[in-house]
C-alpha cells in the first residue's frame, strides 16, 4: 500500500491502531495532518502517463486514493485481516460497491433474511429492478443455507450480528459452503468491529463495515469500507473509481484517529453492555433480551467461539408491546432517542417505527422485530447511571 511507513505497520492490535501511518511530511509532524485535496501534481507528463497506465504507484485524484484514506484503509486491513481495501462515504456505498462490482443481470444472492433496511432494500428495490434476484435464509437456521444456493449465485451476504436482531451465524461453516460452490462470501461487520470478529479469518472473502457506527464511536462522521482478498477489492476499486462513492480525506482523517482508541472503547462497551443485559434478564417488564454472550442467547456458544466480546448492542422485547416500548423510551432520561447506535452515548432506537419501518409486520416478524423491541446502543457513560436510567423508565411502564 502506498504511502505508509512500513516501520510503522507491526505489533499488536492496538499498536497497529495507534502506530500505522503515512509517511510523515517535510514539517516531520508527530500527529498525521489532513490533506484536503481533490488532486495531485506530477513531475512531468510522463509520470501522469505511467500513473494512469497504473505502472507506478501514487496518487492521481481523490476519488481514487488520498494519503488520509490511504492511512485509514491500510490500518483497517492489518486490523482485520485483510490483503486490500476500499473506504466509501457510508456503510450503504460500501455494500452498493461489493453488489455493483459483483452482480450482473441472472445473477443470484444468498443473504441472511436479517439485514439492515437499507441493505434489504438494495436488494428488493434495486438490484431485483437490474435482474438480479435473491434468497433469504435465517440466520438461526444454518443448515437450511445449502440447498438454497442455485446454480447462478454469485454471493452470499450476511450480517453477523445482525440488526437488530443481534441474530449470529458460524462463519466457518458459511467459509466452507462458499468455498465448496465457489462464491464470495461477503460479511457486514459493523457490530462486532475487527476487534470483536475477523470474518476473512474464519473463511469470508469480503468484509464489509459502515464506518459511521464504532469505528467512528463518537456519531460525528459517516463512512463505509470494504476489505478483503486483493482480487476482488480489484474488482470493487474498478466499480468504485468510476462511480464515485469515495470517502472523504476529512473523514477518514476523523476515522483513522478514531481507531486508535477503538479497542479500548469496545472493552468497555461490551463490559457495560453484558453488565446492562444481565440487569434486564430477569426483569419483570421485560419479555426477551437478546445479547450474544448472555448465555440464553440462542447462539451462545457460536457467538463465544467467533467473538472476542458480546459487542454493545443489546435487543429487547418489552411486554406491553408498542405502548409498552413508547412508555419506556419517552421515560428515559439520558438515553437519546436516536436512529444511530455504536455511540459513546447510550442510544434508545424503535426499529418497527424507523430503521426496519420499510418491512412489512410480516417480515419484521421474521427477522425478530416486534412492535415491543428497543436496541439499546450501550453507550460509555458511568454503568451505574446507564442502568439506574434503564431502571427508572422501566417502572414507568
Ligand atoms: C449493520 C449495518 N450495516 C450497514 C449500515 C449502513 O451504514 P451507513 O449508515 O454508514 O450507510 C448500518 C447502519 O446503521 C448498519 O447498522
Not at 50 to 66: D, Q
Not at 123 to 138: H, I, P, S
Not at 190 to 203: E, H, K, M, S, V
Not at 284 to 290: D, E, F, T
Request: net charge negative.
Amino acid at each position: 500500500m502506498k504511502h505508509i511507513d512500513k516501520n510503522s505497520a507491526k505489533g499488536n492490535f492496538e499498536t497497529l491502531a495507534i502506530r500505522t501511518q503515512i509517511e510523515r511530511s517535510a514539517q516531520k509532524e508527530h500527529s498525521v495532518p489532513l490533506y484536503l485535496t481533490s488532486s495531485y501534481k506530477f513531475d512531468d507528463a510522463e509520470e501522469m502517463r505511467a500513473l494512469f497506465a497504473n505502472e507506478k504507484e501514487g496518487n492521481v485524484y481523490s476519488r481514487y486514493s488520498n494519503p488520509n484514506t490511504s492511512e485509514f484503509i491500510e490500518k483497517m486491513c492489518l486490523l482485520e485481516g485483510a490483503e486490500d481495501g476500499f473506504a466509501t462515504a457510508t456503510g450503504m456505498a460500501a455494500i452498493f460497491s461489493v453488489f455493483g462490482a459483483f452482480l450482473k443481470a441472472g445473477d443470484h444472492v444468498l443473504s441472511s433474511r436479517s439485514v439492515f433496511g437499507s441493505t434489504h432494500q438494495l436488494l428488493t428495490n434495486v438490484f431485483d429492478k437490474w435482474g438480479v434476484t435473491y434468497t433469504y435464509a435465517d440466520l438461526d437456521k444454518p443448515s437450511e443455507w445449502e440447498a438454497k444456493i442455485q446454480s447462478n449465485t454469485k454471493l452470499i451476504f450476511v450480517e453477523t450480528p445482525s440488526n437488530p436482531g443481534i441474530d449470529i451465524i458460524d462463519l466457518a461453516l458459511l467459509g466452507d459452503l462458499a468455498e465448496k460452490h465457489k462464491v464470495i462470501l461477503a460479511v457486514d461487520n459493523c457490530f462486532a468491529t475487527p476487534y470483536l470478529q475477523r470474518p476473512i479469518d474464519l473463511g469470508a472473502h469480503l468484509s464489509i463495515h459502515s464506518a459511521t457506527k464504532y469505528i467512528d464511536g463518537q456519531g460525528r462522521v459517516l463512512g463505509g469500507i470494504v476489505m478483503g482478498y486483493k482480487n476482488l477489492i480489484d474488482e470493487v476499486v474498478g466499480f468504485a473509481r468510476h462511480s464515485g462513492p469515495a470517502m472523504s480525506p476529512f473523514n477518514a482523517w476523523v476515522l483513522s484517529k478514531s481507531l486508535e482508541t477503538l479497542a479500548i472503547r469496545m472493552e468497555r462497551h461490551c463490559e457495560n453492555a453484558l453488565k446492562v443485559a444481565t440487569f434486564l434478564a430477569s426483569h419483570p417488564k421485560i419479555k426477551l433480551v437478546k445479547y450474544p454472550f448472555l448465555p440464553s442467547h440462542p447462539q451462545y456458544e457460536i457467538a463465544r467461539k467467533q467473538m472476542r466480546m458480546g459487542g454493545g448492542v443489546i435487543t429487547i422485547v418489552i411486554k406491553d408491546g408498542i405502548a409498552g416500548a413508547r412508555k419506556f423510551m419517552d421515560a428515559l432520561n439520558m438515553f437519546s432517542i436516536s436512529a444511530n447506535l455504536a455511540d459513546t452515548r447510550s442510544i434508545a432506537t424503535h426499529p418497527a417505527t424507523s430503521t426496519h419501518a420499510k418491512l412489512t409486520e410480516e417480515q419484521r416478524l421474521e427477522v425478530g422485530i416486534e412492535q415491543g423491541s428497543v436496541r439499546l446502543s450501550i453507550g460509555l457513560e458511568h454503568i451505574d447511571d446507564i442502568i439506574a436510567d434503564i431502571a427508572q423508565a422501566l417502572d414507568k411502564i
